[in-house]
């Protein structure tokens, strides 16, 4: 993910009943509508009956308002708020296994460090870092180990919450619980 | 009291007074079949799933309740799809109940298993797997609930087989036992809003009321006429809406579109204000968007606000229904200064309305020199279109019409004269062929005491025509007009204008099958029909019967086209109105 399509990501969280293929219902409707989604991640909440799913949605494919209200017709939908990307602290986790031998072994750790990350898995001939950071970092430190040669790598999608302090939370753009 | 899941199942469907289940059994339904047997509601076995689902949707159609239907697990389930996807498109309350196989044997592909939730995710409004016998008085509520509450639309129910057979405490939910957390639509339009589309109203110099579907699921006809009487606007009613509005009145420009009245296209292209009451701005109606009405604002009311600015971008988006909101855009005007009769207070707002006299000459003058036209010759080929003006002259005005999907659709939406609502019965944004037989079962059944004629194309009649063996079973005297012009006719005339007249597989046969013979071994009574002469006194004939289904095969001129019609992706001003008169439909 490059800078330039950070614009058009917009971040959803939506609140949904925690039943059984409520995801299946959410991922169906953004592939019969065409909406593109650059992550998504599922959590349970503090409330056993919902569940909390973070979308990064492309609002290039459709416009946000189209998506929002789409989703809102779910009936296990229960409110929808978008967090504006310039509100929000937005983590990602990034795993990767690169070739490493004895010698590359402490320069992958030094640069996984440098991210905060850590070496959690070591062989002879590769290792694999966790880092944690944001998504635009993320793409950074996929760069910077590319050279090494990446055997495998997984990234969770990011969760967001709004930045404390600033003005208004979570933005509710479509909230029926009520 | 204790009851199985199955009985639970019946008796909920007959707190929900449901009168009637459109249907046919199987392994993982057979539970369910049992109770029914002493129950009051009437059971009407169909001969194909996809039967029950569109006969469920004529019943809706016409009494604006949810139709039900009942199938068993795995192709029952998958013969009903159709049907549903069919609903959903044009918003209509179904409530299907499907078999499904044992919890135990879920994931297993067990005999007759499929994932019909999954399959149909797409095609409901929502849809539940139930896996305990004590949920199923709420989700029964539930469903009715979302199928008839806000947009309408489809819903399924699929129960497994050992819940059926499970035993449970009965209970009846109230209102505040549906577990919808998220289900909350809007019906009461937004004031400032209201009020903002109200002073657009009588700013507008060429306005036109854009109405759709929705004034139907809404019950709204008599309120868009007191609008549109009020206000003096002329409307447009979309294929899904003809019947909202009387066609015989003053105001009523017809039916917009692909195959729409020049008068209803153009003035909708010319427009300074749509006022869009429960529409959509599909495809059919617009053509190429980008050149859809220039010049209009648009004021779009609609219970879904999925729908305000999915097509094109209204300048008012008031989400709510449509009844709810036309009475408070009343009130509004109102307090603009425009009284019940549509005479301005002096020095209102609404005093300063400019005149509608030169937008009003201008639609007169369009439908004088454009009307919709067609030529009978004497002794020439039976057109479509003279049997469906004789039909509409020699019924009541209350008959009810299905239509199949095709050319004789569009005649039959074109040239009969709607003057009452829920009089019209077709499948519009999904366009199934074979939905006119079953549906005018559905319809009949529904509303016993109305004649129901079926106008069907030769096509779409082989599609479903067994129904009839249902009807005359179960004593539903429906009358159906078979368009038999011996082509898939639409198909064939887009060939024809569009491919080079390169016909690939259109061609049918006029008679194989043997229409009256078919009618017959189905138990109708058969007649066939092949010269203008003989029209009149085959309908007089099947008016007359009221005790079994009549079928009249008219051979009608396989070269006759629909006119006007806007070509796929051109902009509505460039509608083409056909070969000038007495060329024919050559
Ligand atoms: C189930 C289905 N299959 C195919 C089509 C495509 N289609 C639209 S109209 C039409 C021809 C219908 O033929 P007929 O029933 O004879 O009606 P006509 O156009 O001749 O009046 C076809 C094949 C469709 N709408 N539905
Ligand atoms: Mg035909």
Known sequence: MSASTTSRHHILSVLVENKAGVLARVASLFSRRGYNIFSLAVAPTDDERFS????????????????????????????????????????????????AGPEQRVEVAALAGIFHGTVIDVASDRVTVAVTGTPDALDGVEDLLSPFGIVELQRTGRVALPKLGSRRRLQPVADRAG | MRLTGAQALIKSLEMQQVETIFGLPGGAILPVYDPLLDSSIRHILVRHEQGAGHAAEGYAHVTGRPGVAMVTSGPGATNIVTPLMDAMMDSIPLVVVSGQVATGSIGTDAFQETAITSITMGITKHNWLVTDAADIPRVVAEAFHVA??????????????????????????????LDL???????????????????????????????????????????????????????????????????????????????????????????????????????????????????????????????????????????????????????????????????????????QR?????????????????????????????????????????????????????????????????????????????????????????AKVGRPGSMVWAIDGDGCFQMTAQELVTATAERIPVKIAILNNAYLGMVRQWQELFYEERYSEVYLSPDLPDYVKWAEAMGCVGMRVETPEDVAPAIDKANAIDDRPVVIDFRTDAFEKVYPMVPAGASNDDIIEGPAEGEGGR
Request: net charge negative; with cysteine.
């Open chain 2, 148 to 177: 008839t509450t806000g947009r309408p639309g489809p819903v399924l129910i699929d129960v497994p087989k050992d819940i059926s057979n499970a035993t449970m405490d009965w209970y009846w939910p109230s209102a505040d036992d």
């Open chain 2, 354 to 442: 400019p005149d509608s006299a030169p937008w009003i000459a201008q639609v007169r003058q369009w439908q004088q020199e454009h009307p919709l036209r067609y030529r009978q010759e004497e002794g020439g080929p039976l057109k479509p279109q003279f049997v469906v003006e004789a039909l509409r002259d020699m019924t009541p005005d209350d008959t009810i019409v299905a239509a199949g999907v095709g050319q004789h659709q569009m005649w039959a939406s074109q040239y009969w004269r709607f003057d009452h609502p829920y009089t019209w019965v077709n499948s519009g944004g999904a366009g199934t062929m074979g939905f006119a037989v079953p549906a005018a079962i559905g």
């Open chain 2, 181 to 351: 957390p998220g289900f909350h639509p809007v019906t009461e339009g937004d004031p400032a809003l209201v009020r903002r589309a109200a002073e657009l109203i009588l700013g507008a110099q060429r306005p036109v009321i854009y109405a759709g579907g929705g004034i139907l699921k809404a019950r709204a006809a008599q309120a868009l006429r007191a609008l549109a009487e009020r206000t003096g606007i002329p409307v447009v009613t979309t294929l899904m809406a003809r019947g909202a509005f009387p066609d015989s009145h003053p105001l009523n420009l017809g039916m917009p579109g692909m195959h729409g009245n020049y008068t209803a296209v153009t003035a909708m292209q010319q427009a300074d204000l749509l006022l869009a009451l429960g529409s959509r701005f599909d495809d059919r109606v617009t053509g190429r968007i980008s050149a859809f009405a220039p010049g209009a604002k648009v004021v779009h009311v609609d219970i879904d606000p999925a729908e305000l600015g999915k097509v094109r971008r209204p300048d008012v988006a008031i989400a709510g229904d449509c009844r709810v909101v036309i009475e408070e855009l009343l009130t509004a005007l109102d307090q603009l200064g425009l009284d019940g009769e549509g005479v301005a207070a002096p020095s209102s707002p609404a005093a």
């Open chain 1, 52 to 99: 909390r799913i973070t979308i990064v949605v492309d609002v290039e494919s459709a416009p946000l308002e189209q998506i929002v209200q789409q989703l809102d017709k779910l009936v296990n939908v229960v409110s929808i708020s978008e967090l504006a990307p310039e509100r929000a602290i937005e983590r990602e986790l990034l795993l990767a296994t690169v070739e």
